[in-house]
């Protein structure tokens, strides 16, 4: 019994974590995941988005950790994650979303990319 309220609460933390991705912005399955709080389970946010079916759920934000789509190219899940990461002002191409590299440690966060110089 303890294994499916722990499953559940799993589930419960990723569901969360992608409700909690901002319109316009994505994140990978990992990213996902540690936001939720369960580091390492990447394949385990995948999963759990693969099986849910709340149509109010952005699984669209969601993306592989080099910022591809994960369904096949061409396929109906592909094409719908692409418009609508589009119609949020994503730019999309060739199935890959280019996103911005965030500060590698504090003093790059505030001081700029030369701070170790």
């Known amino acids: 019994m303890a294994a499916t309220s722990s ?9 969360a974590a992608v409700r909690a991705i ?10 996902v995941a540690h936001r939720a709080g369960l580091p390492g389970r990447a394949r ?13 759920l952005p699984w ?10 994960a369904f096949p190219e061409g396929s109906a899940g592909y094409r719908e994650q692409c ?4 119609a949020e002002g994503v730019r ?5 979303v280019k996103r911005q590299r965030g500060p590698r440690d504090l003093d790059e966060a505030v001081w700029g990319p030369d701070s170790g110089a």
């Open 7 to 15: 499953s559940d609460e799993s589930t419960r933390r990723i569901l």
């Open 22 to 31: 901002p319109p316009g912005q994505v994140a990978g399955y990992g990213e």
């Open 44 to 56: 385990l946010a995948a999963r759990v988005l693969a099986g849910n079916g709340d149509p109010e």
């Open 60 to 69: 669209h934000r969601v993306l592989r950790a080099d910022g591809r789509i």
């Open 83 to 86: 418009q609508r990461l589009r």
């Open 92 to 96: 999309v191409e060739g199935g890959r």
